[in-house]
Each structure stands twice: as structure tokens, then as C-alpha cells.
């Protein structure tokens, strides 16, 4: 008995240990980011705005350059990056399309640029028709292709998307090996995917490309965040301030894993709120709102929200926001319709397997669970391994008293909790 209870206390002893580990442990530091929270000036839009007088007063003088508009187009691009003004983003689209006019869409440069100012407009199926114009052409063949894989993939058309992307295989590609990284996530393999994205910051480092390298490291935050490897997100994040202190998208990045991992929900909406005073987006009052309602402050939660949908209406982002209308509206009953309505016509502008759980979420949510189940056994089961559907599945199997199913799926989500967000902790458990 005595060598039993000297057991018992070291594995209590393990147990502690192995709990403690377990734990939210604090890895963010404020006094390693706040110096990126108070700065009052961004030299990149500074520059930006400079560029776009002189370049444009060059254009006035001279209209016949039609390259001059390139040029203008990219400052305003620079723009919309730092303060996610849509305004800008649709200026790029103006003299974009004024320059493809002029060259009666015949540069190709112009119409991979256009492209992917359609992507970010999340234009698919528009940007796809340029892609092609511009591989048809033939000058710069293999840029053309990764526009192509590019656009493929957010359409859904995995098969066209890895052709294009084998016909550029180039292991020491910086171009080749990110689309390669995002392949494999595509296909569930992350260690992988993150593996060769190390590989594409070390061609960016040995270059010393700072947009390469910016681009990376805040890229790998995201990779590292999905692996659990909340340390390496961090610390890539903060590699990415290093090199670009206004760059915000690692600035949110730190902001969830203050949220997601630590729980610290005061900090966390500092950061955010600090933020959106020089890069006010929607999706940041989204945040702002999962985090209200996680604190359990309804009242906030709703007013974050409805200043969510006041800045919708006081500005044209077209499709950029419809998979979150789609999720917040499914999320009530008395606005259910609503839902479906937005995902018949997301699944239309690209039908993925995450636009088809939309549309079967909606359908759920509107008590059609046999309609739900059909679309997700179709289109949505074993073709994608994002969290959120996973969940969405698993909550339609539920629906359906298919609860076979649910206990695989239950588990993987105890394992993405941090990439879902804390409130699913209760969510997957009531599974």
C-alpha cells in the first residue's frame, strides 16, 4: 500500500506538471509590441501619397504613358494595404482599367495586375477571364500560371489549380514554393505546407527582400498559430513588426493569440482598438464583437456588430463580406433567410467546399437539416479539413442523428480550438 500511495503521489506529481503545461501560459509580451501600437506616422503611405502627386502630375503632362498608370495604381494598392480604405482598392481598378483600354488589353502585366485586384474584390470568375487572356497572350507564360493556380483555387477547381502549379515547379522559386505551402494546406497537410514556406523565407532572407520577408514571417505567424505552435507565431509576428511597423496584419495576429490562447480579452481589444484608428476594416469590429460576447457582455457584442453592418452599408465592399454576413446571419433564426440567400450566391461566385457549407450551415439553421445533410455529404465532406466546417458538419450529423460520425470529428476540433476562437470550447464539447 505505502509503494501504491508513493505512486499515486507521483503520478498526481505528473498530472500537475502535465496540466500546467496544458495551461493558457502567457507568451505575448506588451512591452515587445507596444512600441508598433504608438506610432503616429507611416512612412509607407507617406510615401505613397508623394509618389501618386508626382507620378500623376507626370501623367497630366504626358498622356500618352500609359505605364504612368501602372505605376499610379501600385501607390494607391500601397494604400489600401496599410489603411484598408476601399476607395483605394477601387482606384487601382479605375486605372487599371483605363490602362488595359488604352493597350486594348493586350499587356499582360496590366491584366495580372487587374486580376488580382478582381481577387481581392473577390471578383473570381472576372479575374479568372483575365488570367486567361493574359496566359493566352504567351509573353511571361509562368507568371500567367500562378495567377492562373492563384485564381483556380479560390474558384474551387482543384484539378486546373495543381496543373498550373506543376508547370511552374521550381524548388528554388520563392513564388513557386508559397503556392506549394498553400497546396498542402489546402489538403490538410500543414507540417508540410509550413515546411516549405521556411523554405520560401529563406530564399527571402538570403535575397533580403524585406516585401518578401515581410510576407513571409507574417505568414508563417498564421502557419505556426494553426500547428499550435503559438511561441513561433509570435515570435514571427514580431519579426514582421520588426521590418514593417505599421504592417497591422501581424498586429491582429498578436491581438488573437492574446484573445485566443491567453484569454486576456482587455488586452486583446486594446491592441485592436489602437489599430483601428489608422486601419479601421470591418472585420476588425467583428473581433471586437467575439470578443465582447465571449466576456459574456451581450450588449456590447451587438453594438460591435451593428457598427459591423453601418459601415457595410456606409461603404461598396461587394462580395469581400459575405461568407461573415452569411455566419452572422445563420446564427439567428429571424435572420436565417437572409443567410441562405447570401450563400446561394457565394456558392455561385465560388463553389468550394466552404462556399457549399455555407449554403448547407444556412440550410441547417433555417430547420432544413435533411437539405443541409445532403449538400454537406455532396460538397463538403472529406473535401476540405477547415475547422469551421468541420464543426458545421459535425452539428448537421447531430441534426441528423448521425452521431457516428461526430466522435472523429469532436476530437480534431479539441485540437483547433485556438484556431476557432475560446467560445467553441463550450460549443465542441456540447457536441
Known sequence: MKTNNTLLLLFLGMLAIVSCDNSNKQITNPKEYNQYLTIKENESVDLAHNEIQFWQKKYNADTIQRSYLGIIASKYATLFQYTGDIKDLYKVEELLEKSNKASNYGNVGVLRSLARNYIAQHRFKEALVLADKAFTIGEGRKESQKLLFDVQMELGNYNEASKNLEAVKDMNDYDYLIRLAKWNDHIGDLNTAITFMEKARAIAEKEDNKTLK????????????????????????????????????????????????????????????????????????????????????????ELDKKAYFKMLSQNNYGAMYNKYNTLIYADDKTTATKALEIAKIEVNHRPTPDSYDLLAWSYLNTGNAKKALEIAQKQVAGKTTEPHVQYHLAEIYKANNQLDKIPVIKEDLKGSIYELGPEFEAKINKL
Do not use: C
Not at 500547428?227 to 514582421?240: C, F, N
Not at 505599421?246 to 482587455?266: C, D, M, P, Q
Open 214 to 301: 515581410i510576407w513571409s514571417y507574417s505568414n508563417l505567424g498564421d502557419f505556426y498559430g494553426h500547428a499550435g505552435r503559438i511561441q513561433d507565431s509570435y515570435d514571427s509576428y514580431l519579426k514582421t513588426l520588426a521590418l514593417d511597423p505599421n504592417y497591422t496584419y501581424a498586429l491582429k495576429g498578436i491581438a488573437w493569440i492574446v484573445f485566443s490562447h491567453e484569454r486576456n480579452t482587455k488586452e486583446a481589444k486594446r491592441i485592436i482598438e489602437t489599430v483601428e484608428k489608422s486601419h479601421h476594416t470591418p472585420d476588425f469590429l467583428l473581433l471586437k464583437s467575439k470578443i465582447a460576447a465571449f466576456e459574456g457582455n451581450m450588449v456590447e457584442a
